[in-house]
């Protein structure tokens, strides 16, 4: 799968989250895909494989009503596209609102996904998938 290729299927998947289908792009998971979640997000953990990356994803959606995660910008550099995430949603049992912005780092390998990881700022991002941020490009 080209770059360009992986950047346009990440938008997809992105596109589908956003309308609340979340089993969109599991099919694109390698059997041995692995989702890193850092210490600085709720549920920090590594998860390793399909049914493991699956089970991850039905409890955070469980303790969400309305959720949305959504793509703002897709970048794409080597095997790699980084993309910054704004996800909101509604608590199910507190009703807290809860909006938030952060980065995703997903890997491919041939056509399959073979990590996905979560970061805080667009600088561990672009290192992430080896793009030197231009002087004075501070976004977040």
């Given at each position: 799968?080209?770059?360009?290729?992986?950047?346009?299927?990440?938008?997809?998947?992105?596109?589908?989250?956003?309308?609340?289908?979340?089993?969109?792009?599991?099919?694109?998971?390698?059997?041995?895909?692995?989702?890193?979640?850092?210490?600085?997000?709720?549920?920090?953990?590594?998860?390793?494989?399909?049914?493991?990356?699956?089970?991850?994803?039905?409890?955070?959606?469980?303790?969400?009503?309305?959720?949305?995660?959504?793509?703002?910008?897709?970048?794409g550099a080597r095997d790699s596209v980084a993309v910054?995430?704004?996800?909101?949603?509604?608590?199910?049992?507190?009703?807290?609102?809860?909006?938030m912005r952060y980065w995703q780092v997903w890997t491919?390998?041939?056509?399959?996904?073979?990590?996905?990881?979560?970061?805080?700022?667009?600088?561990?991002?672009?290192?992430?998938?080896?793009?030197?941020?231009?002087?004075?490009?501070?976004?977040?």
């Open positions: 799968m080209s770059l360009e290729n992986a950047a346009e299927v990440v938008r997809a998947v992105y596109a589908e989250w956003a309308r609340g289908n979340f089993r969109a792009g599991t099919e694109l998971y390698d059997p041995h895909a692995v989702l890193v979640i850092r210490e600085d997000f709720p549920d920090a953990g590594v998860y390793v494989g399909r049914d493991e990356i699956r089970g991850y994803m039905r409890r955070f959606l469980a303790d969400w009503t309305d959720a949305v995660i959504e793509a703002e910008d897709v970048l910054a995430v704004h996800q909101h949603a509604t608590g199910s049992g507190s009703g807290a609102l809860v909006d491919f390998r041939g056509g399959a996904v073979i990590r996905i990881e979560s970061v805080r700022g667009r600088a561990e991002a672009l290192q992430a998938v080896g793009v030197q941020e231009e002087p004075g490009d501070s976004r977040q």
